[in-house]
């Protein structure tokens, strides 16, 4: 699906656009609620074996099931449901994560190739910075454990959680919900038009790692974007955005993935891409969601190998604003 001219044209003015119905729930989202069916129920097994839950609670839906379980045990941790692991001290040998078919064919669905397509060119890599975020009504997480993907995200630009590397990539943020995305459930917000301010400056902390001081924030200016199952956001990567908390009885449940033109760097060196589409060199594409997996492996073996740790992002907390 190419973006139509008025909806380039509002990405251009806004800094983001919804393209409605860009996915096909039925047959580009289903696969993927059933592949993390299964990991869901690795997790809700375990966990009964291990004594945390009364129950599997098996004959409950995905959302259900995970609300379920975070009201017994005041968490569920997000990360083997994530398409990525955590640059930091958390990271061991067996961090979790998620590189299924399924979510693997979601990447490289053609229609959301093509909208991207339409605002960055034929040649398309996907950015290792991408997410599932899988968010159970905020009031079920333990305070002091509504870390990063499950919890309200503070604001920020997405070239903020990128290294100085990749400033001049235009890097295209996709984010779409699997589920109903209603402000109650804690969609995202945006502020119109921020992203012609430029990078803004950040400081360590937040949901992703870094966020903008209050100071810089016009919330008078912010909007909320509600989202059904098949919308598609498509986002600048200087568009200022967070999101709400999710107050609803539902699970807010995301994907929040990235392109960027083939060359430019990713921001993220250490993080594996792939290339997703080329006119130029089809044969370049990766066409295995195997060797995507292996790729995700090989990074973590790497990352913990290093002497020096690579850092999620570039900011130190220097500046006034962080105080
Ligand atoms: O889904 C969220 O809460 C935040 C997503 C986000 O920051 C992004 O997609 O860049
Ligand atoms: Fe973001």
């Not at 729930?25 to 990991?39: K, M």
């Not at 990063?148 to 235009?170: K, S």
Request: proline content about 8%.
């Amino acid at each position: 699906m190419q973006l139509s001219a008025s909806a380039l044209q509002e990405l251009d003015r806004d800094g983001f656009v919804v393209a409605r119905n860009c996915l096909s729930p039925s047959t580009d989202l289903q696969p993927v609620i059933d592949e993390y069916a299964e990991i869901l129920e690795r997790i809700a097994t375990r966990l009964h074996k291990d004594g945390k839950t009364s129950s599997t609670f098996n004959h409950l839906p995905f959302g259900d099931r995970a609300i379920a379980i975070t009201r017994e045990t005041g968490f569920l941790d997000p990360q083997p449901f994530d398409i990525s692991f955590p640059v930091n001290a958390s990271l061991t040998p067996d961090t979790e994560f998620h590189f299924g078919p399924a979510a693997f064919n979601l990447l490289r669905t053609p229609s959301l190739l093509d909208a991207v397509e339409s605002i960055i060119g034929p040649e398309i890599s996907s950015n290792p910075v991408q997410h599932v975020r899988i968010k159970v009504p905020e009031r079920y997480i333990d305070e002091e454990r509504r870390i990063g993907l499950i919890t309200t995200t503070a604001w920020h630009q997405d070239n903020g959680v990128v290294h100085e590397e990749a400033d001049d990539t235009d890097m295209l943020t996709v984010w779409f919900p699997l589920t109903n995305a209603s402000e109650e459930h804690g969609c995202l917000k945006v502020v119109p038009g921020s992203h012609r301010e430029g990078l803004q400056v950040h400081c360590p902390g937040g949901g992703q790692g870094s966020k903008i001081p209050e100071p810089l924030i016009p919330e008078d200016q912010a909007q909320p974007v509600p989202m059904s199952p098949g919308d598609v956001l498509f986002m600048h990567r200087h568009c200022m955005h967070a999101s709400l908390t999710n107050v609803s009885d539902e699970i807010r449940w995301s994907f929040d993935i990235r392109y960027h033109p083939t060359g430019s760097p990713s921001g993220r060196s250490f993080l594996p891409g792939f290339v997703a589409r080329s006119l130029k060199n089809p044969e370049s594409e990766l066409r295995d969601p195997i060797r995507w997996r292996e790729s995700w492996l090989e990074a973590r073996e790497h990352v913990l190998a290093s002497v020096v740790q690579p850092k999620a992002h570039r900011w130190n907390g220097n500046h006034e604003l962080c105080a």
